[in-house]
T-cell receptor, first 111, second 111 residues
Framework: DAGVTQSPTHLIKTRGQQVTLRCSPK?????VSWYQQALGQGPQFIFQ???????QRGNFPDRFSGHQFPNYSSELNVNALLLGDSALYLC??????????FGQGTRLTVV | KNQVEQSPQSLIILEGKNCTLQ??????????LRWYKQDTGRGPVSLTI???SENTKSNGRYTATLDADTKQSSLHITASQLSDSASYIC??????????WGAGTKLIIKP
C-alpha cells in the first residue's frame, strides 16, 4: 500500500503565476482534504473533496480551487500566487470515520 | 469560538527522560481528539485518536489521556529517543469532522 502520495515534493514559482499540486489518496480512501501549513504554524484547512465535489471549505479565497477525479485523486490549484502562499501544502485522505492519513506534503516557495 | 491550545510551545529534554505535553480545547460539539507527530517539513503522522468515552490510549511509548469534563488532554512520552524530536500537534474534531488544530509543541531530545 503506497499510502498518500503528493507531487511535486518541492517547487518554486514566481508571484502572479499559477500552480497545480497533486495528491493520490491511500488505496480505498474516497475523501481528500487539503491543508496549508506556514512555517512554525499548524495546518489550516483549505477544502475537502468527496465524490468529486467540494464538501467543505475553509477560510481561503477563490484563488484556491480544487478538483477530485473519479479515481479519487485530487488537485489543488492556486492562481495569482502571492508571497504569502509560500507554505507546505498537505493532502490527507480518509474513508468513513475520523482516521486521516497525510502525505509528505509539497513545499511551495513563491518568489 | 472553537480553539485548541497546547503547552508548552517548546520543550527540550535529555534522551531517556519522560515528558508530558498538554492540550486544552473549547471545541463543541466534540467528536474526537487526535495527537499527531510531525517531523520538520513532513506530513503529520497519527499517534492516537480518542473519542468522548475513552480516557486513555497508548501507542508504544506514547500514552494519551483525555478528560472530557475539563476538556483537557495530555500526551506522555516514556523513555524518550532522539527520533522523538518533532512537533506534536493536538487536533480536535467536531461532530461535522471539522478539524481544529493546535499550534503544536516542538520537542527536542538531546543526547
Amino acid at each position: 500500500d503506497a499510502g498518500v502520495t503528493q507531487s511535486p515534493t518541492h517547487l518554486i514559482k514566481t508571484r502572479g503565476q499559477q500552480v497545480t499540486l497533486r495528491c493520490s489518496p491511500k488505496s480505498g480512501h474516497d475523501t481528500v482534504s487539503w491543508y496549508q501549513q506556514a512555517l512554525g504554524q499548524g495546518p489550516q484547512f483549505i477544502f475537502q473533496y468527496y465524490e468529486e465535489e467540494e464538501r467543505q471549505r475553509g477560510n481561503f479565497p477563490d484563488r484556491f480551487s480544487g478538483h477530485q477525479f473519479p479515481n479519487y485523486s485530487s488537485e489543488l490549484n492556486v492562481n495569482a500566487l502571492l508571497l504569502g502562499d509560500s507554505a507546505l501544502y498537505l493532502c490527507a485522505s480518509s474513508l468513513v470515520g475520523p482516521e486521516a492519513f497525510f502525505g509528505q506534503g509539497t513545499r511551495l516557495t513563491v518568489v | 469560538k472553537n480553539q485548541v491550545e497546547q503547552s508548552p510551545q517548546s520543550l527540550i529534554i535529555l534522551e531517556g527522560k519522560n515528558c508530558t505535553l498538554q492540550c486544552n480545547y473549547t471545541v463543541s460539539p466534540f467528536s474526537n481528539l487526535r495527537w499527531y507527530k510531525q517531523d520538520t517539513g513532513r506530513g503529520p503522522v497519527s499517534l492516537t485518536i480518542m473519542t468522548f468515552s475513552e480516557n486513555t490510549k497508548s501507542n508504544g511509548r506514547y500514552t494519551a489521556t483525555l478528560d472530557a469534563d475539563t476538556k483537557q488532554s495530555s500526551l506522555h512520552i516514556t523513555a524518550s529517543q532522539l527520533s522523538d524530536s518533532a512537533s506534536y500537534i493536538c487536533v480536535v474534531s467536531d461532530s461535522n469532522y471539522q478539524l481544529i488544530w493546535g499550534a503544536g509543541t516542538k520537542l527536542i531530545i538531546k543526547p
